[in-house]
């Protein structure tokens, strides 16, 4: 899975959601409704000992590895519950916990974000409050908890985070005298990145300075979250207001913003073979933490720089996979012990080590040789920490946004994506976007708004 990275690299913990939302959305599209949604009360605290099951996508071996240590830590540091995990390969793992009852499900399963209100809407989660300790829900740093609540309720914890930035190549922007900025406060206006485009067209080979990283497709997750989401939120713009899209999605602000992104194809190298950074055809990457391990090669000419202000705030994505419950669990109590397990600072360590991820509890990222303070990759780690939430909560001054918590998100994401892949090809912003909007609301409307 490469041109997007296999599932568990940083990556696929945001861009599997891709491949997750067409079957999720088949799951949804024309249901009758929810099942128990979310109730938890099915749950079982049970005798807090015994084996319980645990569910996982397949993901890097190094990944792997990692959660198979911490396991085998878990074990080790007590002897009265033991762990049954399976992995799932990417591509069955959401069909696997759609299709299942609720008491066919693990004790403890891994979600992408972005899958988790369908999850609650369809009665496969159980919230945590009573199961994990508070200790461990309250050293979550609010990016991550932001994206693991559904209507109030925290269904979610998180080891890994992940966050988008532009890479820039120092040596190329100061021979093209390009100062940029590093803090999220300090982060270009769109006409000044314009700007500093004009300026390095004439130091990279092919004249087109910049990587959109459009190998990943605008049509899929990527562009949902990960380029049109931090354009529309960066232009004051949300994708859903009120639960519809019409009036949302198409509004002035965002087509403005897109527009504008959509203008910067003529300085873009289409990046298909993935080494336009690294071989200097670009100065500017957009793309997020998971290329560190490739883009170090640079060395001290790599610098991490914020995305443009299109005028309330540089803003990026948050959010990737997480650790809950099946709402059938009948061994509650161990089940929580061994999510508080994963989320100590040596279980964050180990597994964030292993991918290069952010950590998503508040005392391994201050603690992070990569994304703490004075650290090389402390700018993603600020973003993570100025959360804003979801999209209706967004101010100028935050960063990180949750993107939209809904049972409908499938559809959202497919046409959201659609809309900016349109927009990007030269197709006009409000027509590509209010089609989107319509077919949004329509889907929506037939569902009863994901509404309990």
């Known amino acids: 899975m490469m041109t997007i ?66 396991i085998s830590n878990f074990e080790s540091a007590q002897s009265k519950i033991k762990v049954n995990l399976k992995l799932f390969p990417s ?27 369908s999850f609650v809407y369809n009665g496969k989660m159980a919230p945590l409050k009573g199961s994990v300790s508070d200790a461990t829900l309250s050293n979550q740093t609010d990016s991550i908890t932001a994206q693991n609540t559904v209507d109030d309720a925290v269904y979610g914890v998180g ?21 940029y900025p590093t803090t999220p406060e300090k982060a270009w ?34 562009g949902t979250c990960c380029s049109a989401g931090p354009v529309i939120w960066s232009g004051g713009g949300t994708m859903l207001k009120d639960n519809k899209a019409s009036g949302a999605l198409d509004s002035d602000a965002n087509v403005k913003s897109l527009t504008k992104f959509a203008s910067w194809k003529k300085y873009t190298d289409p990046n298909a073979d993935g080494l336009a950074f690294t071989s200097g055809r670009v100065a500017l990457s957009w793309v997020g933490h998971w290329t560190y391990p490739t883009y170090k090669a640079l060395g001290n000419d790599l610098v991490s720089i914020p ?50 991820a952010p950590p998503a509890t508040k005392t391994a990222l201050a603690a992070s040789a990569l994304y703490g303070p004075g650290k090389q990759l402390q700018l993603l780690g600020d973003q ?26 499938p559809v959202v994401t497919d046409q959201v994506g659609k809309a900016e892949a349109a927009i990007y090809a030269g197709k006009d912003a409000k027509e590509a976007l209010s089609a989107a909007a319509r077919a949004i609301d329509q889907n929506f409307a037939d569902n009863d708004g994901y509404k309990k």
Do not use: H
């Open 384 to 409: 993570l920490s100025k959360a804003c939430g979801p999209e209706d909560q967004i101010s100028d001054t935050c960063v990180s946004v949750t993107r939209p918590v809904t049972a409908g998100y």
């Open 5 to 70: 990275p296999k599932p568990r690299s940083g990556a696929a913990r945001i861009l599997t959601a891709a491949a997750t939302a067409t079957i999720a959305a088949m799951a949804l599209t024309g249901c009758g409704g929810p099942g128990s949604v979310g109730s938890g009360s099915t749950v079982e605290a049970g005798s807090g000992e015994g084996t319980i099951n645990v569910w996982a996508v397949d993901g890097q071996a190094a990944e792997n590895d990692a959660l198979k240590k911490i």
């Open 159 to 179: 080891m890994m985070n992940a966050g988008l930035a532009l890479w820039g190549n120092k040596k190329l922007l100061d021979t093209a005298g390009v100062a």
């Open 307 to 356: 995305l443009p202000n299109f005028g309330k705030g540089t803003k990026t994505a948050s959010g990737t996979f997480a650790w809950g419950m099946g709402a059938g669990s009948k061994n509650g109590a161990a089940a929580g012990k061994f999510l508080d397990f994963l989320m100590t600072d040596e279980s964050v360590r180990t597994y964030t080590d292993a991918n290069g």
């Open 189 to 222: 206006t769109a006409d000044e990145f314009t700007g500093a485009l004009d300026k390095l067209t004439a130091v990279v080979p092919g004249g087109k300075p910049l990587d959109l990283s459009e190998q990943y497709g605008f049509a899929g997750e990527w």
């Open 91 to 117: 591509d069955q793992y959401t069909k696997a916990v759609n299709s299942a009852a609720p008491g066919d499900l693990p004790d403890v399963l891994d979600f992408d974000g972005p899958t988790l209100a």
